[in-house]
Structure formats: C-alpha cells, structure tokens
C-alpha cells in the first residue's frame, strides 16, 4: 500500500488551552468542516464527538486527549475554483492531512498535554475573546515551550458579551509571548461579531449558510479601513524583519509579493520567533475554516522541523545517539505516547511514527522493555472510532491494539536497527487517598482496576502502606482522583471505600542507650529461656537499620543469634512512641547467656523485642516525618500570599527565582501539612498557581506537633 499524501501535506497538531476556552468545540467545527462528521455536536449538550467519556459528557471537559485525522484543502483554493471539476482539482493538489490531538484544559489532566505536545509537531492555541490568556493558557504555553512546538493562536469566543480582541491580544503579549502578531481582525464584537479581515490580502468575509459554511467576500467596513492598514503594515514590517532579502526589497520602497509574506511568515512561525494570531467563534461557526487555512500554511510537516526538534535516540547496546529521518526508506522508529482502555476492542495503545513504515503483522522491538511485540492490528482514529488500515507511515498518528507489555513513553522500532528515543517525563503526583473494596468481591476487581488505570496513567499512582495495611492511591489533584474512582465504579464495577490517607511518620532514636531482655518461662515440663544485652546507636537520616553481631566465647550459641535478630526487626514495625516503624538506627547484641535445655530460637526472639523496646524508651526516641520538596509557580502578585502560607505550614524557602512572566519558589513542607494545597493554591492565586511535589528525606518532628499526633492516634 503506497502514501497517499507526501510528508511534506501533513500537519501533527494539538488543540491546547485552558478550560472553557472552546477547545472541543473547536476541534468539533474541524470535524465538521473537513467531513468527518455531518453533524455538530455540541458540548454543552453533552453531544461532542470528541468528548467521548461519560465523564466528560456529564462534566462539559476534556479528561482523556482524544485523537482524529482529517483532511483539509485551504478555502481560499476552493473558492477560487469556478466549477466542480476545478475543485477536484484543487483538491488533488492542495489537500492536507491533518492529525488532531484536542488535550485537556484542566490541570489535574495535565499528563495528557505533556504527552500530546511530546509526540505533536505544532499546536493551535485558543483563548476566550472575553478572558483572554488564563491560568492555564499559561502552564500549557509553557509546557508546548518545553518541547518547542510551533503555535498558532485563535481568539475565540468574539460572539460573546464582553469579548475584546485587542485585550485578548495584549494579554498574550504581556503574560505568554512579545512574538504574538494579528493576522486577522474581527469584525465588530459580541451580537454585532459578524466576520473577520485577513490582513495580508486586505480581503474581508462574512459568513453564511446554516453552518457558516459559505465564506462571502465583502468591503471592509469603513471604519476599520485606517486601522486595518496601520496594523497590515505593522504586520508586514514584522514579517520583514525575519529576513534580509525582503527587508532590504521592503526598504528599497518594493513590497513584497504575498507568497513571499507567507513563506517567511511560515518560517518565522516554525522557529517560534512569530506566533499568528486568528479570531473568530467556533460556536457560532465563524472562523475557523480561515483558522484551518493558518494550520496549512504556517504549522509545521514533519520534514520542517528536523533542524529544530531532530529525530534524536540512543543506542541501547552502547549508548551512541542515533538520528532518524522522517522517511518511510529508514529503518521504524515510533513512539508510544498513550495508553487506553477501550470497551469493544480492550487495549489501545497511541503511536506516532517518527521514520519508517509500521506494517500489519509483524514483529516490532519495544527497545525501552527490550522485549519484541507483534502488530496484531492497526487503527486510525476518528475520536472513538476506528478504521483498520494495513499500514501506517512516517508522521502518521495511530493506534495498536492489542499490545501487551508497551506503556507510556516506550519506543517501539525495527528489531535489526534499535534506537530508544527520549523518554517523556511526567510530574509526580501531589495528593492521595485510602481506598479499599467494599466487599470480598470487590478485591480483586479493585486489583485489576487499579493496575489498568496506572497503566492508562502515568500521573496515577498506587502504593500499600506497610504501617497501615491500608491501599493508597496516588493523583494531580482531587478532580483526579474524582474522575479515576468514579471510572473504577463504571468500568470496572468496583464499589471502594475512599478516605483521608495517613502521613506515613517514623520514629528513631538520638543518644546511645543500653538495654537488657530476659525472657524465662516455667511451665511444666521444658521451660523457655532467653536472655540478651544490646546497645543502641543512632544513625544518619536514611540509613535505615544496622544489626551488629558482637558475641564472643559462645555466651549466646550462634544458631540463636539469627532469631536475635530477627525479633529486633520485628520490634521495630511498633515503636515506642506512636507505634510508627523505628529507623534509622545500629543494635548491637554484645552479651547475653542461655540454658543448655530451656533455650530456645522462640525465647531469644522474644527477649530481643523485649530488649530494643526498652532500649529505645532508653535512648531519646523521636519522630520523624516526611518532608516534600515543594515548587510553587504563581505569578509575581501573589508572591507575599504564596511565601507567607508555606511559612505558616512550617515550610522553609530555599531559593525564588524568576521564570518567565511567574516566580518559582523552592520549599521544604512537611508532608502533613500539604493535603488540601492544590485548592488552596487555586484559590490564593485565581487558578494561576501550579506546583509539584516530591519526597525529599524524613526530619524530627517539632515537640508540640508530636504531641498532637500521638494524641490524635490514641
């Protein structure tokens, strides 16, 4: 089966934003525009294709990212064509495939950005014409930052009471990017919204038809036509700047022709040193088919970007890095970016490929498991529909299904040529809960969910609590962790207990103590006997535990010193002070005696649990909790608010630093005090604050705080 567009007509994108800036209902109108659908579903009626989750019907958000691929010719190509037969013919020569990923605006979803932008060559992002740039807008403009994606971005919403273009505008501008530039101008706002002016070609549109299909051609308004030429030459002074030919033909009094405009404009774009913005409202289907002509003609194909974000892997034999071309002639190189549960075909799993053809049938190596895999079948995906293609090829998005032993991140290539491509990397998950089945029955489905969403999820988390005995799950926020049980419930009929988790505290010693432990039992017949001395010794955080064995000339015969052992290891699961693990410390057993008949390996455990116990009581016992390093990110107004609630959570700030437009401050917080900061930090910040969390070491608990909680566990 032979390509049928050449790498150079397709388009990778992604739709990011924040939340309720109209991503889905975006992606909805391409879907629409480009036929895939012959109806538009609508989010807010819970209809929208690519809002497929229950959840995300009921809810009105995107959980999961949902992918599709389409096909686009630009509207400016077919509306040039006078007669069916020339817009074939535009057709044949200007169609587009576009491979679509709509991502999550929420930012306990953010896994599914981070590994959307990962696999994406360039990105469409939207902003409400009445909010302009949000809390989130920033997280994942920064994210796409990280992985150098190429934006467009689209001001939508311009229907609605109280949208502002130009605020929109110069929100971008001062919080995302000074390299943002119009290249549209709406026509009037909120009720009177009713087209929009493309700059470059002084050319204004309305929009008609039930869908606003048909693009009518009009004059721009007369009260636009001094600002509209002030901005398009603006615009093109902009343009010029990125290159020496043209800024020397523009300064010798020549304009430049308009393909000239648009290629370096293209190429501006591609190395992120202009980002064009459109406008329009995908609501009211205004806009985004001229939108799409942007995605065509500024976007990126893979081959435009090997300069910028090259195929790059290492060898697993011998570490060398290894460069790819996106050519179907070089040897497979794809990327499992995602990993699904679907309900009629079961395991799916998401891929891009970088270079090379994946075939139908063959062996692949999943060079990051070092383990061969088989391609039982291939699908394209339209949202949650699939077609079964034979084939895919370099730049193509797709899914397997069907894969046993792949998970997020894996690279899967030709057995004969391995290259392990860049892992994508996650953030840790900030917040837990207990969970535990309802009913006998319900363990083991719990079991089997569990481990399928923290295949699904790489932010998802599932840890036991040795102390507690207790199943603790682990997410980026409580909406979350909301939406994974409530998915435990539906897909895999698990009813669950969900509590509040424990912070896992320990407890150690810090002085040099000395204890003695004599256990002898008469009781007719053979008695029991044991008796040891031990001394204890404190040690460095982390350390854990040390037994030393000193015994000399037999005082304690050796087939007992393993049991001594033993029961010291034991006594230390139950502290003295709360009953927390003791850590952190080295028992030495250097005396002891025994009875040549009573002895026994039961009594000498039993007098080493005796022993340590009272040896810790003996040897200024304290306890420990966890300490997390923190980074907040919140924007500079609300450092003092941020700085002073992570003093009063008894957190140390080790360093602010500036990044970007926001402030980044380094913490050390005690585990115990951080349940509940992801709403806190919302709230302090207007949704604007984000952070991450991380286990760093264990460090004494203040007097009056341990006081507290050993009261609290009586």
């Known amino acids: 089966m032979a390509r049928n567009y050449p790498l150079k007509k397709y388009r990778n994108i992604g739709i990011i934003a924040h939340i309720d800036a109209g991503k889905t209902t975006v992606s909805e109108r391409i879907l629409f525009y480009t036929g895939i659908s012959h109806k538009i579903g609508e989010v807010h009626e819970g209809a929208a294709i690519m809002d497929w989750m229950e959840q995300e019907r009921e809810r009105g958000i995107t959980i999961t990212s949902a992918a599709t691929t389409c096909l686009w010719t630009p509207i400016r190509e077919i509306m040039r064509a006078s007669s069916d037969e020339e817009k074939i013919k535009a057709r044949e020569q200007f169609e587009h495939r576009i491979n679509i990923i709509d991502t999550p605006g929420h930012v306990d979803f953010t896994v599914e950005v981070e590994r959307s932008l990962r696999v994406l060559d360039g990105g469409v992002t ?147 040193a202009l980002v064009p913005v459109f406008c329009g409202s995908a609501l009211k289907n205004k806009g985004v088919q001229l939108m799409l002509d942007g995605v065509i003609d500024y976007l990126p194909s893979p081959l435009d970007i090997t300069d910028s974000k090259p195929i790059k892997g290492t060898d697993p034999a011998t570490g060398v890095d290894i460069i790819r071309q996106p050519d179907d002639a070089e040897p497979l190189t794809a ?46 995906m339209h949202a949650n529909h699939r077609e079964d293609v034979d084939e895919m090829f370099a730049g193509d998005l797709g899914a397997i299904v069907g894969l046993k032993n792949t998970t997020t991140g894996d690279t899967l290539c030709d057995p004969a040529q391995p290259i392990i491509l860049e892992k994508i990397t996650f953030p840790e998950p900030v917040i837990s809960l207990r969970i535990e089945p309802k009913t006998k029955n319900d ?115 050796q087939e007992f010193i393993s049991a001594v052992e033993k029961g010291i290891k034991e006594a230390l699961t139950k502290g003295v002070i709360a009953g927390y693990l003791l850590t952190d410390l080295e028992v030495i057993l250097y005396d002891g005696s025994y009875h040549e008949v009573d002895s026994s390996e039961a009594a000498f455990k039993i007098a080493a649990s005796m022993a340590l116990q009272d040896g810790a009581r003996a ?7 966890p300490i997390m390093k923190v980074q907040v990110i919140a924007p500079q107004e609300y450092l003092g608010d941020v700085t002073g609630d992570v003093s009063s959570k008894r957190g140390r700030i080790e360093e602010l630093s500036d990044r970007s437009t926001m402030k980044v401050i380094d913490a050390m917080v005690p585990l115990s005090e951080m349940f509940g900061y992801a709403t806190k930090l919302r709230s302090m910040t207007q949704g604007r604050g984000s952070f991450t969390m991380e286990f760093n070491h264990y460090e004494e608990v203040p007097k009056n705080i341990e006081l507290q909680i050993v009261e609290g566990k009586k």
């Open 443 to 557: 363990q083991e489905k719990l079991g089997l969910a569990l481990k399928r969403l923290a295949d699904e999820d790489p932010t998802f988390r599932v840890t036991g609590n040795a102390d507690t005995g207790e199943t603790i799950i682990w997410g980026m926020g409580e909406l979350h962790l909301e939406i994974l049980v409530d998915r435990m419930k539906r897909e895999f009929n698990v009813e669950a207990n969900v509590g509040r988790p424990q912070v896992s505290y320990k407890e150690t010693i810090t002085k040099e103590g000395e204890a003695e432990g004599k256990y002898i039992r008469q009781s007719g017949g053979r008695g029991q006997y044991g008796h040891v001395r031990i001394r204890l010794k404190s040690l460095e955080r982390g350390k854990g535990f040390v037994f030393v064995n000193q015994i000399k000339g037999g005082v304690i015969p």
């Open 126 to 272: 939207v902003f409400d014409g009445v909010a302009g740039v949000e809390p989130q807008s920033e997280t994942v403009w920064h994210q796409a930052d990280k992985y150098a994606v190429p934006r467009i971005c689209f001001i939508n919403k311009m229907d609605r009471m109280g949208a502002n273009f130009q605020k929109s505008f110069d929100s971008i501008i001062e919080r995302l990017t000074p390299n943002a530039i119009p290249v549209q101008l709406p026509i009037g706002a909120e009720e009177h919204f009713s087209g929009v002016v493309d700059l470059l070609t002084q050319q204004a549109f309305a929009f008609a038809g039930e869908h606003g299909e048909t693009l009518n051609p009009i004059a721009i308004p007369a009260d636009m036509v001094a600002d509209v030429a002030a901005q398009r030459a603006h615009l093109i002074e902009r343009i010029v700047e990125q290159d020496e030919v043209l800024m020397e033909k523009y300064l010798g009094g020549t304009e430049p022709s308009l393909e000239e405009l648009r290629a370096v404009l293209r190429a501006a774009t591609i190395a992120n």
């Open 619 to 625: 040897s200024g016992p304290v306890l420990l909790e």
């Open 335 to 380: 990327m499992a970016f995602k990993v699904a549960t679907d309900p009629f075909v079961g395991n799916l799993t998401y891929f891009r490929v970088y270079s090379g053809v994946i075939k139908k049938g063959s062996y692949v190596l999943n060079a990051t498991k070092d383990i061969q895999e088989r391609i039982g079948r291939i699908v394209r």
